[in-house]
Structure formats: structure tokens, C-alpha cells
């Protein structure tokens, strides 16, 4: 063209843009300055969107200076294209500036200064201005109200109602767009059922709308529901996307349904995105996650294309199943591929590192290649090396680590807490819990989950209760981990009423509500209630897992029901394809051995399908002394030892089976082997809390301020419960000594020191709860079942092992534990 003005240059940019040249729009605009051709409002708008796809900060500096000099900078398309830019670029003190000098202002001026705002995570800034806006402009569009939905989840869910309030005020309700970023907002808030409603009254759906109800419901843990919805798409809706597809193999791997996520994978091939990379890291995750990492591998060779995410989703699934090995060849294959590790690479390896074992190996290169490239400074790898250290038993090397933290975050303190209860520091987590309170560091749903497991292992109802109201004004007890974790703070802490009110309806239950109950009933001795709510479970389509059979058998255990017993663990693997673990043969060990059926418990494990551990060689040992078996006794003790020489249990629980049958001897020689090999048997304790204070007591304690009252309490009781048929039984009673020395020794035990405290510093008639760290004695669950029945009240006696409610001169596990 001999004459090219203004429109010619401007046309011409517009159509490399629209066609993604963008170097060439750059190329033009200079060509243009050069030529000294004036630019107008489009051939700005053109430019500044073009800076922003090349992500160009220096450049649109330059044309705002360009801007500026042609006085421009006022004109509304101009100055809306440059706040939004800015916005990008994170230079929300500039776009503010922008905006704040523009003479005139259009709807999409204001969405530009929300969105820079919102793009920012200054949320409390961005709702300022929608204020501002609906004073001085009242226009507002689809765009302004997706924009401030996106917002709500992060400020406060009362912002999101209003703004769905004003959605049908404005008519706006038939806008899809609209409809999904509330749907998406309700989800994040954990506002299921507004979710639920809002889906159901839509006008109109696209599959926006499905992918975001699966979406939503993988979210906040509620796996069936999303696969329903899948269900339900493709029968109704009959399109998908990768999306979709993703979401629901997301499904898949949170509720480990196996099956399942096989289905999606066959659907998935059907409908030709098996190439699609989403889709594919989607299947290694799923598999990888339900402990099929041979098939998440197959998918990985398969990928015609492999990014990061591929990668870490194959670590991650061998760190997953422990496969430390696996995990760590493929991090040094990764490398060797010239793909560089991120963070999430680094936290996935060294999660794979979780047994002492592995610290020497991995763990600690694993550390030095971190301090080499740098990531140390990451806060998750950071956290990442806390936990891993912790799961290898180096809690000194974890606390390290977090006290040379300048800026502690949430985070942080969360990993710590979480090191110190892997480790079985209960108390110290909960005290790292204050401090973090004093520390001015904001709870969430993480440290709360964490605090009231703390409280669950200690027992301590009222810091638990507390701990809930907490959740409560936080506005956490509806997340997913807080309402579990409550829960099983209830139920570990004895109130299983409380568990029971914030129970959800059984359709609404993901399979950890179901295990916590299930488990909460065995521990309380509601067998048949336990076995109840397991097939009520499966009838709701709940697949139940591992631990939901541990809990299983065990209540069969501790109820004697040992046929029915039998059944679900043949089952277990036959029915619900759960392979048998140590755990769960060790409760079938129990089972057999508590019942009395020692040589079928031996038979079952020469025939077990894992090597037998220290567990299932002490429980064969702790049955072998209920039923004073002296041969297989020292049998189990022997492979016990084989196994750690240093368990005191061996020695302690053998010694009591030679006590038992009167082989004094034996026992007084396993006392001096103990103090020759240094090993000291654990004390035993009960404690209980009487005005938000822990009283602790162990055998024969004097030490307690109020020690005179408790032994003369213990006195009266004696004489009481003898006076209404009590008849100690000193084979509990393990020195070689006189009958009258046997019994004193007795009432010398630690829970019922607690038990007397508890009856001379508590209110008449009123529960009491008392904790032991042991298996409760015999002969005191005969004392506190006459207790009960004397002074009217009910008594909740917890030991490691379940719950004993006392009441009436009964308990609740009819005398079979």
C-alpha cells in the first residue's frame, strides 16, 4: 500500500494477534513509532493485550510511557486494557493508580480493577471496590459477579449468599456462567447442599455444570457422590471431556474404588482420550493411589507425551505404597531424561522415605541433594523433610529443622505437630499447638485435625470439646478432616452420643465416617452394632478398606464372635478384594486366641499370607496368658525376642503366664534376665481429669496431695464390695508372696488409686472417666463392676485396647476382653 495510515497499521496488528503472532503485532508497533505514524485507542488496546501474552512487563511499561506522551491514558478503552494488564503483572499499586485518574469509568473498567484485585488474592480489596461500584455505577454484568463469586470462598460465605441473592434479584439466574462459579464457591465453602440446590434448580446446564458438581464432590471427599453424578451424566448428558474424565478417576482415587476407576479407564479409551496428556497423569494417579503401581506404570510407558506432573504422579504413587526402591529409581530416571524436579517432586521422593530404615539409604541424600539445587528454602520441601525425618523416628533432626524457621507458617507448625504425634508425643503436640496459638499463628482445618487426634489419644474430652467450639466459630467443622477427626475425638474420649449427633445421614457418609463409627462401637463393646453399621455400609454402596476391617475383627475379637469372625476375613479378600495385612492377622490371632483356640491361632500363622511380627507373636503370648498355656507361651515369647530383644512385653506377659501356674522360678528368673539385658517393664498409669486438671497415678503411688483420702477411700471400698460378695482373685497378684500380701498388692494398682480419687473429688451420681496405658487388671474390673453397683454411678474405664462401662454391677463387654 503506497499510503498507510493509522487503521491500515492497526488492522493489520489485530489480525496477527487474533491469529497469534504476537511478535509480529510487536514488530509493527515499532515500525509504526519509527515511521512516526500516531497510534490510536485500538492500536493501544491491540498492543497492551499483546504484552500481556508474551508476559512483557518492561515492554508495557514502555507503552504506558507511549500512552502517556500521546494523552491517551484517560481514554476508557485504553486505560481498562492497561489496568487489566497491570493486574497481571501483579502491579496493582499501578492499575489502581489507572484507575483512579480515568475521567470516565464503563462497567468493564470496574471488572478490570476487581479481576486485578482478584488476580492478586487481595480479596478484602477487590469487594471494596464492588461496593464502590454498586454506590457510583450500579451497572454490574455476568463478568463482575463471577469475578467477586471467585472471591467469597476466601472472605466470607455471607458475601457469596448476598451475591446470590442479588444474582435473582437481577435476573441473572438463567446465566450458566453465573450458576457454575456459585456452584464452584458453595463447593469450596463446603456448602454441599446449597450446591446440591443450586444444580438441581438450574434452568439450564452445560457441562461445565457437571464436571463442576463431580469436581466439588472429590473436593470435599464425597467420592460416591461424584461418581454418581458421573453415572448420571452419562446417561443424561452423553458429552465429556477430559475434564470430566479426570475428575472422575479423581474420584477413583479417593474412595479407592479399583473397579471403578478401571470402568473410567475402559470409558476413557472408548471415547479416544487415552493420548490426552490430563487424562493420562489422571489413570497413573488413580492407579498409583488404590496400590496398583505395576498399572500405573504400564500407563506411564504408554503416554505417547510424559511433563512433570506425569512423573511426580508415578513417585507419588510409589511413595504412596511405600516403595522407596521404585520411588527413588525413578526420581534418578527423571533426572537422567533431563526433566528437572520441582517441589512437588522433592515432597512426593521424600515421602517414600518413611521407615528408620531408609533414613541412611535415601533419606539423608535425599537432604543433601536438597541443600545442593537450592529447594531448602522452599517451605513445603521444608515441612516434606520434617515429616520425613519424624516417620523415621529422628524427631531431633525434625525439631532442628523447624526451629532454625525464620517464618513459621501454618504450615509449618502443622508438620511439626504431625512429628511429634507420629511419634506418639501426644502432649508435646498439643503443647506445640498453644504455642502456635501464642504465636498469633492462625489455626485451619489442619491443625485443628491435628489438635483434637491429639485429644483423641489422650483422652481428654473437655480439651477436645473445646477444640470442636473452636471449629465451630472458625467455621471448619464442615470441612471433611475437622468433622471426621471430631468425631473420633468423641468416640476415643467416650461419648459416643456426640459422635452420634454429628454423624451424617448414611447416604452423605464417606468411608472414613463409616470406619470411625464402626470403630467407635467395637471400642465401646457394641459389638453387633458394630456389625450392624459395617453391612449397613455396604448396602450403601461404601467400599469398605483395611481399616474397616481391622475395626471388624476386632470387634469380633473382643464380642468372642469367632465364626462370624472367620467369615469376614475369608471374605475380606474373596468379596471385597482387600488383601490380608499384619494388622488384620493379628486380630485374627486374637480371635483364635482369645476364644481359647491356641492351636488353630498357631496354625493360622504357619499358614498366614505375611511373615508374622512382633504384634502377632505378642498377642499370641498376652492369649497364651488368659489361658495359662506355659508350652506355646514360651514358644511366642521365644520368636517374640527372636524379633526384639529388648520388648519388655515378652518378658513381662511370659513371666505372667509362669506366675499363673505357680512357676515362681521361672518367673524370678526371667526378672534377672530382664535386669541383665537393661530391660525395664513399662509402668503402668491411670489418670483421669477432675476440674480441667490431670491427676496421674501409678502402682502403689503416695505422691498424690490428697494421697491419705484416696487409701482410706480404698479401705472403705474393700470393705463394702466384700461385704456384697466380692472375692479377690490374687492369681493377678504376680510375687510370690502370702495371700494377704497378694491382695494388698492389688489394691495398690494404679486404676484403682484413680478410681478412689475419682469417687472423693467429683460430684455424687455423676460419670466418671478414668484412662489406664495398660491392659486393665482382672481383678479391678471385678472391683469397679462392685463399685459401680455400690455407689450409682456410671464408670468408663479406657485402656489401650476399648472401653469398659461400668454400671450397676456390669460391664459392657460381659466380662469377655
Known sequence: MPDKNVVSWTSLMVNYADAGFFN?????????????????????????????????????????????????????????????????????????????????????????????????????????????????????????????????????????????GLVLKLGLELDICISNTLLTMYFETGRYEDAENLFHYMPQKDLISWNSMMAGYVLGGKCLDALSTFRDLLCMWKTTNFVTFASALSACVNAGFLSEGRVVHALVITSGLHGNMVVGNALVTMYGKCGMTHEAKNVFKRMPEKELVTWNALIGGYAENEEVDEAIKAFKLMRERGIPPNYITLINVLGSCWDPRNLLKHGMPLHAHILLTGFESNEYVRNSLISMYANCGDLNSSNTIFCALVNRTS??????????????????????????????????????????????????????????????????????????????????????????????????????????????????????????????????????????????????????????????????????????????????????????????????????????????????????????????????????????????????????????????????????????????????????????????????????????????????????????????????????????????NLWTHSERLALAYGLISTPEGSPLRIFKNLRVCGDCHSVYKFVSGIVHREIILRDPYRFHHFSDGKCSCSDYW
Open 411 to 744: 504450615a509449618s507448625w502443622n508438620s511439626m505437630v504431625a512429628a511429634k504425634a507420629h511419634n506418639g508425643q501426644w502432649e508435646e503436640a498439643l503443647k506445640l499447638l498453644l504455642e502456635m496459638q501464642r504465636a498469633e499463628v492462625d489455626f485451619d482445618q489442619f491443625s485443628l485435625s491435628a489438635a483434637l487426634s491429639a485429644s483423641a489419644n489422650l483422652a481428654i474430652l473437655e480439651d477436645g470439646q473445646h477444640l470442636h467450639g473452636l471449629a465451630i466459630k472458625l467455621g471448619y467443622d464442615n470441612y471433611h478432616f475437622v468433622a471426621n477427626a471430631t468425631m473420633d475425638m468423641y468416640g476415643k474420649c467416650g461419648e459416643l452420643s456426640d459422635l452420634l449427633k454429628l454423624l451424617p445421614e448414611p447416604k452423605r457418609r464417606s468411608r472414613l465416617s463409616w470406619n470411625i463409627l464402626i470403630s467407635a462401637f467395637a471400642r465401646h463393646g457394641y459389638f453387633y452394632k458394630a456389625r450392624e453399621i459395617f453391612h449397613e455400609m455396604v448396602a450403601q454402596g461404601a467400599k469398605p478398606d483395611h481399616v474397616t476391617f481391622i475395626s471388624l475383627l476386632s470387634a469380633c475379637s473382643h464380642g468372642g464372635l469367632v465364626d462370624e469372625g472367620l467369615g469376614y476375613f475369608a471374605s475380606m479378600t474373596t468379596e471385597f478384594g482387600v488383601p490380608a495385612a499384619i494388622e488384620h492377622c493379628v486380630c485374627m490371632v486374637d480371635l483364635l486366641g482369645r476364644s481359647g483356640r491356641l492351636a488353630e491361632a498357631e496354625a493360622f500363622i504357619e499358614e498366614m499370607p505375611v511373615p508374622p511380627n512382633d504384634f502377632i507373636w505378642r498377642t499370641l503370648l498376652a492369649a497364651c496368658k488368659i489361658h495359662g498355656h506355659l508350652e506355646l507361651g514360651k514358644k511366642a515369647a521365644e520368636h517374640l525376642l527372636e524379633v526384639n530383644p529388648s520388648d519388655d512385653s515378652a518378658y513381662v506377659l511370659y513371666s505372667n503366664v509362669c506366675a499363673t501356674s505357680g512357676r515362681w522360678q521361672d518367673v524370678l528368673g526371667l526378672r534377672v534376665k530382664m535386669e541383665s539385658e537393661n530391660v525395664r517393664k513399662k509402668p503402668a498409669s491411670s489418670w483421669l481429669n477432675v476440674r480441667n486438671k490431670i491427676s496421674t497415678f501409678g502402682a502403689g503411688d503416695q505422691s498424690h496431695a490428697e494421697s491419705e483420702k484416696i487409701y482410706l477411700k480404698l479401705i472403705e471400698l474393700k470393705k463394702e464390695i466384700k461385704e456384697a460378695g466380692y472375692v479377690p482373685d490374687t492369681s493377678y497378684a504376680l510375687h510370690d508372696t502370702d495371700e494377704e500380701q497378694k491382695e494388698d
Open 24 to 164: 509480529e503485532v510487536i514488530n509493527l508497533y515499532q515500525r509504526m513509532r519509527r515511521k512516526g505514524v500516531s497510534c490510536n485507542q485500538n492500536t493501544f488496546t491491540t498492543v497492551i493485550s499483546t504484552c500481556g501474552a508474551l508476559d512483557d512487563e518492561v515492554l508495557v511499561h514502555q507503552v504506558l510511557g507511549h500512552v502517556i506522551k500521546s494523552g491517551l491514558q484517560t481514554d476508557v478503552s485504553v486505560a481498562n486494557s492497561l489496568i487489566s494488564s497491570f493486574g497481571n503483572f501483579s502491579k496493582v499499586e499501578v492499575a489502581s493508580y489507572i484507575f483512579n485518574n480515568m475521567d470516565e469509568r464503563d462497567t468493564i473498567s470496574w471488572n478490570s480493577i476487581l479481576a486485578a484485585f482478584a488476580h492478586n488474592w487481595l480479596s478484602e480489596e477487590s469487594l471494596g471496590y464492588f461496593h464502590l461500584m454498586r454506590l457510583n455505577h450500579g451497572k454490574i454484568d455476568e463478568n463482575t459477579l463471577s469475578i467477586v463469586l471467585s472471591l467469597c470462598d476466601s472472605v466470607d460465605l455471607n458475601w457469596g449468599k448476598g451475591i446470590h
